[in-house]
């Protein structure tokens, strides 16, 4: 049979996946198509992490790596749920967890220093962030909105804020001291090993980084941010926030750049409260209290104080919080402010749902406001005030009218990953931090950055190919849907110069005869597309890796609402597919709802799209003619669920999750029992269609009969299997339909 590999993840997607994957199972196998799981969730990558320390029946198989081995080979069709991008707080909260249910797991060490504790910390190190680099980065992303989800959106538009012409809404970012001033880059000249140095003022010398394995053509770059300059930045932000009277927020991607963003979010909980780490930073050191982890990890972990201090620093923070200026909320009922919890503050999800707000945020009244929105790096940020200043001139967007905006992306091979934790360092001490080739021969510094401790160093490695097949992609997507493509690139910093260097060559050998391929400045680009897109025309922006994030949150949330409902393919380089679903960044409040309501309202439109993406896939390679005609059917399916409005509703009474997994079922099934492109299925599928049919009333009885009550998974980040099933799955009648698929 041919296989489509499914992940297992997290949160309210693997909610979902209970009770979707039985659905998909019965129905692809009618076409051949084997469905197999692989569980690449936080706890999941913990346990693997630990394997050797725990008895055989509580071992986890390193998923992700087998994913990774799977992407870089022809026969890869994975379908990959979103995941828990891990912070330091939810990595401590599963570990809590899963040691509370019996697994002999160690505690993170904040600061180790045994050779144990170093093993340890590594193990959990990589562990955080996102878990899918290894399989993600072998291809190149393709993100865009199915056209029957762009013309449903049209037809159907979503509400967005109003924006007055006074807004004082606007984005404040470093002029100097950050990482877009201080880039420098070079490429390589025939394959060479780099090592990354740091080297203190009195000489001792350092290896941050060995072996550093690049091949002709490869781009390095590096860059530094002073803290020093992002301290008084910050500080100077704070006070114009006050004096402004708007929110002061901050935007970073603590997840994505998980070794530098919580370091510059620790600065900004200091700037903010600087009396309390005046008076008590070295207590709440000696705790483990670090403001790397935000507000929230401080205020829960002040027990560990003696009473006195604990009682004087939450006076400290609330004094500090009623004189102002006022944070930005990111849940207003609970308090949960901006700095509370870094892998809260993600610039590509809340930047855009402040656009589509009417350039405004909560604040602790839980009304919203203007804001000053503090994004300190100034490699991207302007891109946020070009959409800013549009708004403010021409009005909110109309989702009705607008064009829309798909990218072609440049990650494989781990291109343009910033501030991740291999080649990204805290300086140790004063001095400078180098980038030196080992091959023998004794040569000045490739480059080199002044340093004083604290400050971020950042390296990039940009390898060659991944470029030539961005390019490549760039162009067919361009020419399959007849739009212009713009590529994103900015003539002031080093390493887009290089990259555009290499585009323009790339160019030269593709045939781009008829086509509208140009490349501007980030900012020449963001105001091009806007007024296109204002236009109602169509217009394919070609990234690097950050700005790919950031676009593909910005412009569907202005054209469908959501980010989830867009399209996310990547060809990977070796000839296989893999299909994204959609974001997760709301899903902690879906599984909220759930256990106290029974109710998961997690919309799996993205999974839908992604499923029928993969069977096409699939039809192509192994020439499954049936296969081609579920994907075929899966969309119309689609189509009609989202014309009949059976998506998730947000609240008690309505269509939930798996409501909506059964009008698919519904919808599919009739699909396939209609089409006369397959004889086979029709016959499979036309009992299936009238079963359904005849049982909706009772199977919607059954949905909604469980709505309100309390639901027991078992635990947050490793549920029960058998508890979630019960609750995902929990129409007796539409289960035997399901289930007897599989014996016709």
């Known amino acids: 049979?041919?296989?489509?590999?499914?992940?297992?993840?997290?949160?309210?997607?693997?909610?979902?996946t209970a009770s979707l994957l039985p659905i998909v199972r019965g129905f692809v196998s009618k076409?051949?198509?084997?469905?197999?799981?692989?569980?690449?969730?936080?706890?999941?990558r913990i346990l693997a992490a630990f394997a050797d320390r725990l008895p055989e029946d509580q071992r986890e198989r390193d998923a992700l790596a087998e994913l990774g081995a799977?992407?870089?080979?022809?026969?890869?069709?994975?379908?990959?749920?979103?995941?828990?991008?891990?912070?330091?707080?939810?990595?401590?909260a599963a570990i809590a967890e899963l040691q509370a249910r019996g697994?002999?797991?160690?505690?993170?060490?904040?600061?180790?220093?045994?050779?144990?504790?170093?093993?340890?910390?590594?193990?959990?190190?990589?562990?955080?962030?996102?878990?899918?680099?290894p399989v993600l980065r072998e291809g190149n992303s393709d993100r865009r909105a199915p056209r029957a989800v762009k013309n449903f959106a049209k037809a159907h538009p979503h509400r967005m804020g109003e924006w007055s012409t006074d807004s004082r809404t606007e984005v404040a970012t470093m002029s100097e001291g950050d990482f877009r001033s201080s880039e420098r880059s070079f490429v390589v000249h025939g394959e060479k090993t780099f090592q990354i140095v740091h080297v203190a003022t009195d000489g001792t010398e350092t290896i941050l980084k060995d072996a550093v394995a690049a091949e002709d053509g490869d781009i390095i770059d590096a860059s530094v941010m002073s803290i020093g300059a992002l301290a008084q930045f910050l500080s100077a932000q704070i006070e114009r926030a006050r004096e402004r009277g708007v929110l002061f927020s901050l935007h970073l991607k603590a997840t994505m750049m998980k070794v530098s963003d919580p370091v510059i979010f620790g600065h900004a909980v200091r700037a903010f409260f600087p009396e309390v780490f005046t008076r008590f930073g070295a207590k709440l050191e000696d705790a483990g209290l670090s403001a790397n982890n935000g507000l929230g990890a401080i205020l829960s972990g002040l027990e560990a104080l003696d009473a006195e201090t604990a009682e004087a620093i939450r006076t400290l923070v609330s004094d500090r919080l009623a004189?102002?200026?006022?944070?930005?909320?990111?849940?207003?009922?609970?308090g949960i402010t901006n700095l509370h919890v870094p892998s809260d503050v993600i610039v590509d999800a809340s930047m855009p749902a402040m656009i589509r707000t009417g350039g405004k945020m909560w604040g602790s009244d839980g009304a919203p406001h203007d804001t000053l929105a503090v994004i300190p790096d100034s490699s991207y940020a302007p891109i946020y005030q070009v959409v800013?200043?549009?708004?403010?001139?021409?009005?909110?967007?109309?989702?009705?009218?607008?064009?829309?905006?798909?990218?072609?992306?440049?990650?494989?091979?781990?291109?343009?990953?910033?501030?991740?934790?291999?080649?990204?360092?805290?300086?140790?001490?004063?001095?400078?931090?180098?980038?030196?080739?080992?091959?023998?021969?004794?040569?000045?510094?490739?480059?080199?950055?002044?340093?004083?401790?604290?400050?971020?160093?950042?390296?990039?490695?940009t390898k060659d190919a991944p470029v030539r097949d961005w390019v490549a992609l760039a162009v067919r997507r361009a020419r399959l849907s007849e739009t212009p493509a713009f590529f994103w690139l900015d003539p002031e910093r080093a390493h887009d110069r290089e990259i555009a260097a290499k585009v323009e060559r790339a160019l030269a050998d593709e045939d781009t005869d008829g086509l509208d391929i140009r490349v501007f400045s980030p900012v020449e680009a963001m105001r091009e597309t806007l007024a296109r897109t204002r236009d109602g025309l169509d217009t394919i922006s070609v990234t690097g890796n950050v700005l790919r994030d950031y676009l593909t949150d910005l412009f569907p949330i202005m054209e469908l609402g959501t980010s989830a409902k867009m399209l996310s393919v990547v060809p990977l380089m070796a000839g296989g597919g893999l299909f994204e679903t959609g974001a997760g960044g709301s899903a902690p409040k879906h599984v909220q709802q759930l256990v106290t309501e029974n109710y998961l309202r997690w919309d799996s439109l993205g999974e839908f799209l992604a499923l029928a993406e993969s069977l096409r896939h699939l039809a192509?390679?192994?020439?499954?003619?049936?296969?081609?005609?579920?994907?075929?059917?899966?969309?119309?399916?689609?189509?009609?669920?989202?014309?009949?409005?059976?998506?998730?509703?947000?609240?008690?009474?309505?269509?939930?999750n798996r409501g909506s997994h059964f009008f698919l079922a519904l919808y599919w099934a009739r699909e396939l029992a209609s089409q006369s492109d397959s004889s086979a299925l029709a016959r499979t599928f036309t009992p299936v269609a009238s079963e359904l049919d005849q049982s909706a009333a009772d199977i919607e009885r059954e949905l909604l009969a469980v709505q309100g009550t309390k639901a027991e998974?078992?635990?947050?980040?490793?549920?029960?299997?058998?508890?979630?099933a019960a609750v995902m799955r929990p129409s007796a009648t539409f289960n035997a339909i399901i289930d007897q698929l599989a014996a016709r």
Not at 3 to 9: D, H, K, L, Q, R
Not at 78 to 87: G, R, T, V
Not at 115 to 130: H, I, M, N, P, Q
Not at 402 to 418: D, I, R, S
């Open 1 to 16: 049979m041919s296989a489509i590999m499914y992940t297992i993840t997290d949160e309210a997607p693997m909610l979902a």
């Open 31 to 44: 076409a051949g198509v084997d469905i197999e799981t692989r569980d690449i969730s936080l706890a999941a």
């Open 70 to 92: 799977l992407a870089r080979t022809a026969e890869a069709n994975i379908i990959k749920l979103p995941n828990i991008s891990a912070s330091v707080p939810q990595l401590k």
């Open 103 to 133: 697994y002999d797991l160690p505690d993170y060490p904040d600061s180790p220093e045994t050779d144990t504790e170093l093993d340890v910390r590594a193990r959990y190190d990589a562990v955080k962030g996102s878990a899918v680099n």
């Open 323 to 334: 004189e102002g200026p006022e944070l930005a909320m990111v849940d207003s009922d609970r």
């Open 388 to 461: 800013i200043d549009d708004c403010r001139r021409h009005g909110a967007f109309d989702p009705a009218r607008m064009g829309t905006v798909p990218n072609v992306g440049l990650m494989a091979q781990k291109a343009e990953e910033y501030g991740s934790h291999d080649k990204t360092f805290i300086a140790p001490a004063d001095g400078r931090i180098e980038i030196r080739s080992t091959c023998g021969c004794h040569v000045a510094a490739l480059i080199s950055h002044t340093v004083e401790a604290g400050d971020i160093f950042r390296a990039c490695h």
């Open 620 to 656: 192509r390679r192994d020439d499954n003619h049936d296969a081609e005609v579920l994907a075929d059917t899966l969309e119309r399916a689609t189509e009609t669920l989202l014309t009949e409005g059976k998506s998730p509703e947000r609240r008690l009474g309505g269509t939930d």
């Open 713 to 724: 998974i078992g635990g947050y980040y490793r549920p029960d299997p058998e508890s979630t």
